[in-house]
Each structure stands twice: as structure tokens, then as C-alpha cells.
């Protein structure tokens, strides 16, 4: 069974550093991109970025960069998100997912399994 | 602000057929393949299409998509109880290099 298990629920202070991770299993980790997706309380779907564990090659939302790093350790099938100084407006669920990401004519994407979420707390 | 624009909310009555809507640009939709996501109350968003009108292995029927220009469409016939629940769509914005999302349809019962 392919699936995607997430780091526990985190509580931090404003300036604290968090890493959380997505282990991915059932499946080759190094074929599909990994992504990661925040939801605040009580609204939509924000797109963060993804990475292809294979060569390490980022996209990051223009709303993210500089505020969060993605990284990928593909010898433990293992994708992180992390924050250096983390602020109140951070709390939300994160969500890792799937992609799949193929450049063509048209580009192929969708993110097809999800992890079951991390929630950030930050007060 | 949302890169896709779908309605807020629509409503509909078990049993009816529902329409729900993802408008974009050439950049987005006009140019790539569309992916709808179903959030029920509480859990993980689930894939429902991919690839514009394609399923996966596990969703009924019921659900289909479709595009046309720039816009997209989600249509739910049938409506259950359990179809309750925040749609989105999601495409690649190749103006952007990222992906987007929809700002989420929230399909309420009559």
C-alpha cells in the first residue's frame, strides 16, 4: 500500500525552529515528486512547493520561499519541512502529498496520495 | 486572492446533479492537465480527477471533469449525504512554475 506518514503534532514558541517529515513507503520514493500543502484554520488549500528526491530539484511557491525549507533524505524515503524562526501566523495543519510531475506539451500534476497531516501550533 | 477562481458555495439537494466551476488563465488551466480534490469535514483531501476527466482506482462514477478554455468543471450527479464536503481544483501554472489551487467550494445540502 502506497502511503505517506507525517511527523506528530508540534507545540512552539514564536522564534523556535521546527523540522517536520513525511516518510514515504510502498512505492519507489525517488520516482515522484513530494509536496507539501498548509492549511490554516478554516481555509482553503495553499500550495507550498515541491521536490523530487532523486536530485534534490525544488519549486517553491513565490508565497514561501525564504520563510521555509524543503528537503528530501531519499536513503530513509524521507521528505522535511522546516522553519528557522518560526511566528504565530505559521499555525496551521501541513500536509505532504504525491506528485506527480511530468513536463510535457501540456504539464501533468496532481498530488494523488496524501499524508494524514502535521498540525503546528505556534503561540 | 486564489490564481483559481471557484464559487464559494453551492447548494443542492440529495439525489440532484451539482456543477461546481475552477476558472483560470492560459497560464493555468488553458494550458495544463486539472486535478479535483474532495475535503470531507475534519479529514485529508482525497484525489478525485486527475488529468482533466480521469478517475482513480476507487472513485464512483458520480464524479466527473471536464475542461474547456480555461475553465474547468466538476460535476457530482447523484448526491449523497456523505458528498457534503470543500472541493478544490489544482492545476500547474507554467507563468508561475508552482502549482495552484482553487480558494475551495463548499457543497452544502438543501
Known amino acids: 500500500e502506497v502511503q505517506l506518514v507525517q511527523s506528530g503534532a508540534e507545540v512552539k514558541k514564536p522564534g523556535e525552529s521546527l523540522k517536520i517529515s513525511c516518510e514515504g513507503s510502498?512505492?519507489?520514493?525517488?520516482?515522484?515528486?513530494i509536496g507539501w500543502v498548509r492549511q490554516m484554520p478554516g481555509k482553503g488549500l495553499e500550495w507550498m512547493g515541491i521536490?523530487?528526491?532523486?536530485?534534490?530539484?525544488?519549486r517553491y511557491s513565490p508565497s514561501f520561499r525564504g520563510q521555509v525549507t524543503i528537503s528530501v533524505d531519499r536513503s530513509i524515503n524521507t521528505a522535511y519541512l522546516q522553519w528557522s524562526s518560526l511566528r504565530a501566523s505559521d499555525t496551521a495543519m501541513y500536509y505532504c502529498?504525491?506528485?506527480?510531475?511530468?513536463?510535457?506539451?501540456?504539464?501533468?500534476?496532481?498530488?494523488?496520495?496524501w499524508g494524514k497531516g502535521t498540525t503546528v501550533t505556534v503561540s | 486572492q486564489s490564481v483559481l477562481t471557484q464559487p464559494p458555495s453551492v447548494f443542492a439537494a440529495p439525489g440532484q446533479k451539482v456543477t461546481i466551476s475552477c476558472s483560470g488563465t492560459?497560464?493555468?488551466?488553458?494550458?495544463?492537465?486539472v486535478s479535483w480534490y474532495q475535503q470531507l469535514p475534519g479529514t485529508v483531501p482525497k484525489l478525485l480527477t486527475y488529468e482533466n476527466n480521469k478517475r482513480p482506482s476507487g472513485i464512483p462514477d458520480r464524479f466527473s471533469g471536464s475542461k474547456s478554455g480555461t475553465s474547468a468543471t466538476l460535476t457530482i450527479s447523484g448526491l449523497q449525504s456523505g458528498d457534503e464536503a470543500e472541493y478544490y481544483c489544482g492545476t500547474w501554472d507554467t507563468g508561475l512554475s508552482t502549482g495552484v489551487f482553487g480558494g475551495g467550494t463548499k457543497l452544502t445540502f438543501l
Open positions: 521536490i523530487y528526491p532523486d536530485d534534490s530539484d525544488i
Open positions: 510502498g512505492y519507489r520514493f525517488s520516482d515522484y515528486w
Open positions: 492560459n497560464s493555468n488551466i488553458g494550458k495544463n492537465y
Open positions: 502529498a504525491r506528485v506527480v510531475y511530468i513536463l510535457a506539451n501540456s504539464i501533468y500534476y496532481h498530488m494523488d496520495v
